[in-house]
């Protein structure tokens, strides 16, 4: 359990920056000129700032053209990192299991791979600030990258924003993707895992080279480029694996439910797939494979919680 003190500071942080919003929101609406494309939204649990696009963004051809072979690398990756995913939420599955169940005299148990971060339970209080700079960080990364893939595929990018989630931070973009053919909607899916994993390997090369020069960083910025490793890595395999409303989903679903290419005439899509037969069982083939993949991420999350008490 959280210290009282802990969880009266939680709440009288929240509620400040509730009033910073709120504040804030007044300050639009009450604006003479007023504010058509950004808007604030408050709940009790959720403070967001969402910003609407005025317009669609039209790169350079060249620009296009370095984009989509940039994130075509990602798709490769992102797949990668799905594989990976499964395998190693079937390993932790298998570890966690072990780790309940008696060992016998003379056995040692592997210890889980994954673990929880959460600040006064599994981690000191003098970490959560740069972890939470390191979340907000690996979460803008991600999000700029599915916006990026979008802009590449003339995608609309109709709003993006972040959010407070009871202090936690998150980020999003909103993409008109629905034309989007098997690839493009595949490159734009994995974006987001690919930005991570090049943050996770920027932030791993900057920390290794300065430790081989020796020189000296405060603590809080070695704990932050160590949870920028941590995090973004994490949201590169974990959000790709096949579990529902992960990025994971929209990979599954541009490989097995999306026509090859955009805009594709409904008579067209079956001549070119099949019947409709091959399709249902397509969407329940998906449908299966997520349910499965969200049973297994939930069990390991499960199990992490009841060994943490």
Not at 179 to 186: A, H, I, W
Not at 226 to 240: I, K, P
Request: charged share 10%; net charge neutral.
């Amino acid at each position: 359990m959280l210290p009282l003190p802990v969880l009266l500071g939680a709440v009288s942080v929240w509620t400040c920056i509730r009033l910073l919003f709120a504040a804030a929101q007044f300050a639009l609406s009450a604006s003479s000129n007023g504010c058509q494309h950004c808007e604030i939204e408050l709940t009790w649990w959720r403070a967001t700032v969402r910003v609407h696009t005025v317009g669609p963004l039209a790169p350079t051809a060249d620009a296009r053209s370095w984009l989509r072979s940039w994130f075509c690398l990602g798709a490769i990756v992102g797949l990668l990192a799905a594989a990976c995913s499964v395998l190693l939420l079937v390993s932790e599955l298998l570890t966690l299991l072990r780790g309940v169940q008696p060992a016998a005299d003379g056995v040692v148990i592997a210890a889980p791979r994954l673990q929880l971060a959460i600040p006064g339970l599994t981690l000191p209080w003098s970490h959560a600030a740069p972890l939470w700079l390191a979340l907000a960080i690996s979460l803008a990364v991600h999000e700029a990258g599915h916006a990026a893939a979008a802009v590449a595929e003339g995608a609309h990018i109709s709003a993006a924003g972040f959010s407070l989630i009871l202090l936690l931070p998150a980020a999003f973009v909103e993409l008109d993707t629905q034309d989007l053919g098997r690839l493009s909607m595949l490159r734009v899916a994995t974006a987001g895992a690919w930005h991570n994993a090049v943050l996770a390997a920027a932030c791993w090369g900057i920390s290794a080279v300065l430790a081989h020069l020796g020189w000296w960083l405060p603590a809080p910025l070695r704990l932050l480029l160590a949870y920028a490793v941590s995090l973004s890595a994490a949201l590169c395999l974990l959000n790709m694996a096949p579990v529902h409303f992960l990025d994971g989903q929209q990979a599954l679903g541009a490989l097995l439910l999306r026509p090859p290419k955009p805009k594709q005439l409904p008579e067209l899509q079956e001549q070119s797939t099949g019947p409709h037969q091959a399709s249902h069982r397509q969407a329940a083939l998906v449908r299966w494979i997520l349910h499965a993949g969200s049973g297994l991420y939930l069990a390991v999350l499960a199990l992490h919680l009841l060994r943490m008490y």
